[in-house]
Each structure stands twice: as structure tokens, then as C-alpha cells.
């Protein structure tokens, strides 16, 4: 059966070898945009993609507001400290993620706290949030924060993260974020394209985060960004990202301490690039998800799909194998036949720096994490 799932995925990407995770494409104008930075020598600070990156960014995911930075992590920490997140905190998240969300929460000072995800979406369970909310914490009325029991520390976000592109069930959470009086900031790193009944990820909470590392769906080299539709927010954070500086056309006056975590113009011309043929690279790749699905759905493996309120990216398609003992001899048979496949990530709450974090129960997290494998799943164009 495995050499049939490897000769399967190489007739998928022919000219490949080895087949890739995920490999980024440059199919329009980005070398033209790049030489166009070179030859006005606008590559850094100043110059016009930055703006245009922002707008085509805002319109296409439909937020009010975009703000173009240097990588995705730093656009979480940004918009978790926007949000209100202090020093000693408690934010929730969950244990199947990549290791920049727990990470962009240490940057605030503040600690993870793991609440396990739901088997079909792979994000955070509205319900296991709630429950764990209702079992843990009190609600002080005077100062309208929810505060941990246990530890006497206010839960200060709410991160659920929409895990390999396969929407949440968000509504859910902001629904029992509300109750609380808890911020939402999605990480939407991995869901550029991805909508949940009809609306763009990254929009239902206070504000999300998108990231354009080269294994992302689109890419700008490094890159992340912070979508809003909070005005005071979207101010906040473009200002803070750029040294706090007050414009002027030649005095430099800052008026707090701040970051510079600005998108550069280089990055930006790819990105817009890219941005000019996204509805290409998310139909492309749901269209690959189909083939995938179709293959799957024959020999009785689970493949991962997109539920009825969901349309996916499917940045990296997945299928679950019946235990871990089958799932290494697949990603071992894989990997040495050239074609990279890889497992979830270790979860959070095993990583020595986050072992001591509190968490709910992560039964769910620990089976996908058990039985998961990625597949390799770049644009499938001519000649690449
Ligand atoms: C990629 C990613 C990020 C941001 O990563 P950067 O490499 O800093 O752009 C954040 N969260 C998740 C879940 C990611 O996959």
C-alpha cells in the first residue's frame, strides 16, 4: 500500500525530485517588482509595495485594516500585547501547533495555557475552552477580567490557531471568549484562503496573524501580518512596528519605546506578487486536495477534509494512518523514496520550555499527534 500512496504523489509533482513539503512558486511578476526596488533603491523603509502589500492583503481577506511586518511570530507577540496581554499573564492555546505561538506568547511575558483540539478541525475545541474555562477560573466584576484560580493570574487571549490551513470551529470560541470578556487573536499563519461560512480567517476575533515563510501558502522570503478591523488597534500597531516614529519629513522624535519590526520593500514586492495570482494558488491547491481525497477515499485511509461551514487552503494536505508504529514505517518508506512527507508537530505541552504549562485534557492532540502525517502539497504547475 505505501508504494502505491508514493507512486500516487509522484505523478502528482513529475518533475520533482525529491518531492518537496511544500516548495514555494514564483509564477508572475516577481523578479520584475524585486529589479523595480533595485533600480529605484528602494529595497528597505521606504518605498510603494509596502502599501500596496497592506491593501491587497486587507481587501482579500475583507479586515479593515493590514499592517505589513518583519515575520509572523512577531506580528502574534504585537498583537497580543495590543490586545492587552502583560508580563505574568495567562493566554490559551493550543498543544498542536507549530512552536511560534507559544513562543510569541513567552515574548509577552506572559504563560501558555494548552486546551486540547477538536479530532475533525484540528483546532481548538470550543467546547474543551469552555469547559476547562467554567472548571478553573472566576470572573472578577470589578476589574471585568477572568481570573485563573489556581494560579490568581488573569487569562488575558484566547490564541486558536487553524492548523495546516483546515479552519476551527471559531465562531465557537469567540462566542465563549465573549462570555469571559477574553480577547480572540487568531493565528492564521497557515490559513491565507482558508474562510469559515464565508468569512476570511483571521477576522472573527479582535485581530489576526498571517505569515509568508517559504513554506507558506504564499510567500514573501520572511514576512507575517496583523489584520484588524480595529481602527485604534491598526494604528497602534503599524506605529509601534515602526520605531514609534512621529512623521516628519526630517526630525526624528519617537515618542515611546518601541520595535522595528517593518516589513522591508523587497519583501513586500514579492508578497504583492504573489497576492496578484492568489486566487490561482488557492484553487490550484484545492484542487490537488480533490485528487488527494479521491485517491484516499479507495483504500479506506482518513484523509483530512474540510468541513460543511469550511473552504480550506489545504496548505498541507494530511491523512491519519490507523497508529504510530504504521505512521513511522510510512514517513520512514517516504522519506527514503525522495518524497517528504512529515509528521505533526511534537506537541507544545511535550517541549521542555513549555512541560511545566498548565493544560486540560489533551487526548485529541495526543491521537493526531500519534497518527498524523503531511503530504507534500506545493502548486502543481508546468515545468516546476
Ligand atoms: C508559520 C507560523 C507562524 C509564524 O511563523 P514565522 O516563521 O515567524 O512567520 C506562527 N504560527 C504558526 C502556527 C505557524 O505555522
Do not use: M, S
Given at each position: 500500500m505505501f508504494e502505491e500512496i508514493i507512486e500516487f504523489i509522484k505523478s502528482l509533482y513529475?518533475?520533482?525530485?525529491?518531492?518537496?513539503l511544500h516548495a514555494p512558486v514564483f509564477l508572475g511578476k516577481e523578479k520584475e517588482y524585486l529589479l523595480d526596488c533595485i533600480d529605484s533603491t528602494y529595497v528597505s523603509y521606504v518605498g510603494k509595495y509596502v502599501n500596496r502589500f497592506e491593501k491587497m492583503t486587507a481587501e482579500y481577506t475583507d479586515a479593515k485594516y493590514a499592517i505589513a511586518v518583519v515575520n509572523g511570530t512577531v506580528a502574534l507577540q504585537i498583537a497580543l500585547q495590543l490586545a492587552g496581554v502583560k508580563y505574568g499573564e495567562e493566554v490559551i492555546t493550543q498543544p498542536?501547533?507549530?512552536?511560534a505561538t507559544p513562543n510569541a506568547i513567552s515574548h509577552c511575558g506572559a504563560k501558555p495555557v494548552f486546551i486540547d483540539v477538536d479530532l475533525d478541525t484540528l483546532g481548538m475545541s470550543p467546547e474543551k475552552l469552555e469547559d476547562w474555562l467554567k472548571k478553573n477560573t472566576k470572573y472578577n466584576q470589578s476589574t471585568k477580567r477572568t481570573i485563573n484560580q489556581s494560579t490568581n493570574h488573569s487569562v488575558s487571549a484566547i490564541v486558536p490557531m487553524h492548523t495546516f490551513g483546515f479552519p476551527c470551529r471559531i465562531d465557537g470560541i469567540v462566542e465563549v471568549a465573549n462570555k469571559y470578556n477574553i480577547p480572540v487573536i487568531e493565528d492564521a499563519a497557515e490559513s491565507l484562503g482558508s474562510f469559515y461560512k464565508g468569512k476570511h480567517t483571521g477576522n472573527f476575533g479582535l485581530a489576526g496573524i498571517l505569515s509568508y515563510n517559504g513554506n507558506k501558502t504564499i510567500t514573501t522570503g520572511g514576512g507575517g501580518m496583523i489584520i484588524t478591523d480595529d481602527e485604534q488597534l491598526a494604528v497602534k500597531a503599524k506605529h509601534i512596528t515602526t520605531t514609534a516614529k512621529i512623521p516628519h519629513p526630517y526630525e526624528f522624535v519617537h515618542d515611546e519605546v518601541a520595535y522595528n519590526y517593518r516589513m522591508p520593500n523587497i519583501n513586500a514586492a514579492i508578497g504583492v506578487s504573489q497576492m496578484e495570482n492568489i486566487d490561482l494558488i488557492i484553487n490550484n491547491k484545492r484542487e490537488t486536495a480533490l485528487l488527494y481525497k479521491e485517491f484516499f477515499s479507495n483504500r479506506d485511509i482518513e484523509f483530512i477534509f474540510e468541513n460543511q461551514y469550511s473552504k480550506a487552503n489545504y496548505w498541507l494536505n494530511s491523512i491519519l494512518l490507523k497508529d504510530y508504529s504504521l505512521r513511522n514505517k510510512f514517513l520512514i518508506f517516504a522519506n527514503s523514496n525522495n518524497v517528504q512527507c512529515r509528521p505533526a508537530w511534537v506537541l507544545m505541552t511535550k517541549l521542555k520550555m513549555f512541560s511545566d504549562c498548565i493544560k486540560g485534557d489533551i487526548f485529541n492532540a495526543l491521537q493526531l499527534e500519534e497518527r498524523l502525517i503531511n503530504l507534500p502539497s506545493s502548486l502543481r504547475v508546468p515545468n516546476h
Open positions: 513529475p518533475n520533482q525530485n525529491p518531492v518537496p498542536l501547533t507549530f512552536v
